[in-house]
């Protein structure tokens, strides 16, 4: 069964259920079950949970959040449509730093074993994008 759902959510803590519930009702109709779908949920949370809680209060936009199911692939999408906020005062140099270190945080660990591609893309005011696929 193929499924495209897309979902636009405002930055902020209040979003993280509605996400999740979005998330599950995705993979579900789209027949992603059992323990696929756990662990899938679990790596999906762990991805978009921190983009929208990141400096909550300094960030103003939204997150638009894509999933696309078929036969052979699921497909999310993350697009960070908020004003950037997190980059402004000198912090390009700590996300470099951040983005050099050894990986050990459990998000992108866990990113890495479940999903089967990750893909972000990134242009200073134009582009903020995640990709992420399992094939099925």
Do not use: W
């Not at 323990?35 to 300094?58: Q, Y």
């Amino acid at each position: 069964m193929d499924i495209v759902k897309e979902m636009e959510l405002p930055v902020g803590a209040r979003s993280l259920v509605p996400m999740r519930s979005f998330v599950k009702r995705c993979l579900s109709l789209g027949g992603v079950e059992g323990e696929t779908a756990r662990r899938v949920h679990t790596a999906l949370d762990e991805a978009l949970s921190p983009a929208l809680v990141l400096n909550e209060g300094e960030r103003k936009g939204h997150l638009t959040i894509r999933i696309d199911i078929n036969e052979t692939r699921l497909r999310v999408t993350l697009q960070d449509n908020t004003d950037g906020a997190e980059l402004s005062n000198g912090a390009e140099q700590e996300i470099l730093k951040e983005a050099l270190k050894p990986r050990r945080e459990v998000g992108y660990s866990l990113l890495r074993r479940v999903m089967d591609e990750i893909r972000y893309s990134y242009r200073r005011g134009f582009e903020n994008e995640l990709e992420l696929i399992k094939f099925l």
